[in-house]
């Protein structure tokens, strides 16, 4: 039974410096909500009812975001700000939160390696904070089809241009229809010429045990790190992996530009401040731009 989700948070968040210095990169709001709750959420909706925060030094703050502040609940309830105490108090019973350090920075597939003890000998889903999907239906409960149909371990896929294909992991697949895809080989940030397809792997997985017992005995690449990738890669020869592609809108919320994009959009949609964000672009195109 899936109800285990794993989220590696354990990074420096180097290339939101100096912004991320002093506060978790996860927790940098994209418009009211940190970056990592849009993720948590959609594993929440995906029916996951643990979340495993793989942590490091100065990290302490992401527990605490999913933590209950019975100080902040009581001021809001003196002051008879409802809303908002309701809001805080639904995030603090979100889930159920985990935590464990990554003492020293060696990879994704380290990261993993780190919840193991936590995770039995069950399924369990990794759900990367920088990957923010937003749509009507969570990123990861397409993943949870096609896992419960083939008892594999899936992970997500998107089509990328050629010429970014070096920025992710690249599955070379077989098509089976509707999206879903057997896979033959990963590849961790080809360049465009060598890559097997444009199929970039996207930061959601279903993984099985296997997978665990495959990265225990993954040697770690010239960098020093251990390669989620190339975890999944050895387990190739044990049992099958699939691939799936996902419903809704991904932004990379690790890269400045992408951050900025997901903030308008977000913004454009937000209940409260959509229509005022709206007209104020509006006239920011026309004052500037001539529009």
Same mark, same amino acid.
């Given at each position: 039974?899936?109800?285990?989700?794993?989220?590696?948070?354990?990074?420096?968040?180097?290339?939101?410096?100096?912004?991320?210095?002093?506060?978790?990169?996860?927790?940098?709001?994209?418009v009211?909500?940190?970056?990592?709750?849009?993720?948590?959420?959609?594993?929440?909706?995906?029916?996951f009812?643990?979340?495993i925060?793989?942590?490091a030094?100065?990290?302490?703050?992401?527990?605490?975001?999913?933590?209950?502040?019975?100080?902040?609940?009581?001021?809001?309830?003196?002051?008879?700000?409802?809303?908002?105490?309701?809001?805080? @108090?639904?995030?603090? +019973?979100? !889930?159920? =939160?985990?935590? #464990?350090?990554?003492?020293?920075?060696?990879?994704? &597939?380290? /990261?993993?390696?780190?919840?193991?003890?936590?995770?039995?000998?069950?399924?369990?889903?990794?759900?990367?904070?920088?990957?923010?999907?937003?749509?009507?239906?969570?990123?990861i409960?397409?993943?949870?089809?096609?896992?419960? @149909?083939?008892?594999? +371990?899936? !992970?997500? =896929?998107?089509? #990328?241009?050629?010429?970014?294909?070096?920025?992710? &992991?690249? /599955?070379?697949?077989?098509?089976?229809?509707?999206?879903v895809?057997?896979?033959?080989?990963?590849?961790?940030?080809?360049?465009?010429?060598?890559?097997?397809?444009?199929?970039?792997?996207?930061?959601?997985?279903?993984?099985?045990?296997?997978?665990?017992?495959?990265?225990?005995?993954?040697?770690?690449?010239?960098?020093?790190?251990?390669?989620?990738?190339?975890?999944?890669?050895?387990?190739?020869?044990?049992?099958?992996?699939?691939a799936?592609?996902?419903?809704?809108?991904?932004?990379?919320?690790?890269?400045?530009?992408?951050?900025?994009?997901?903030?308008?959009?977000?913004?454009?949609?937000?209940?409260?401040?959509?229509?005022?964000?709206?007209?104020?672009?509006?006239?920011?195109?026309?004052?500037?731009f001539?529009?």
């Amino acid at each position: 039974m899936l109800t285990r989700a794993v989220f590696p948070v354990a990074g420096f968040g180097t290339r939101f410096l100096p912004a991320s210095k002093a506060i978790p990169k996860e927790l940098i709001p994209l418009v009211d909500k940190p970056a990592l709750q849009y993720v948590v959420e959609e594993a929440v909706a995906a029916g996951f009812t643990t979340a495993i925060f793989v942590t490091a030094e100065g990290k302490a703050a992401i527990e605490d975001h999913f933590d209950r502040n019975l100080r902040l609940e009581a001021f809001l309830a003196q002051k008879g700000k409802q809303e908002l105490l309701r809001m805080v @108090q639904e995030l603090g +019973s979100l !889930v159920e =939160v985990v935590a #464990v350090r990554q003492k020293q920075a060696l990879g994704l &597939g380290h /990261a993993v390696l780190q919840a193991a003890s936590l995770l039995a000998s069950e399924p369990f889903a990794v759900l990367l904070g920088d990957d923010v999907i937003v749509g009507e239906n969570p990123a990861i409960g397409r993943l949870v089809e096609v896992h419960r @149909q083939t008892g594999a +371990s899936v !992970v997500a =896929v998107m089509e #990328v241009p050629g010429e970014e294909i070096s920025r992710y &992991g690249c /599955a070379a697949a077989e098509p089976l229809g509707n999206g879903v895809f057997r896979v033959h080989d990963l590849v961790e940030k080809p360049s465009p010429e060598q890559a097997p397809s444009r199929w970039a792997v996207i930061g959601r997985y279903i993984l099985t045990p296997t997978v665990l017992h495959e990265l225990r005995t993954t040697p770690p690449d010239p960098s020093g790190e251990i390669q989620l990738t190339e975890g999944l890669r050895r387990t190739l020869k044990r049992e099958p992996v699939y691939a799936c592609t996902f419903p809704g809108t991904r932004y990379d919320a690790g890269n400045k530009g992408d951050f900025l994009r997901a903030t308008v959009e977000l913004g454009l949609s937000h209940p409260e401040l959509g229509r005022w964000f709206k007209s104020f672009l509006e006239d920011l195109a026309r004052r500037h731009f001539q529009v």
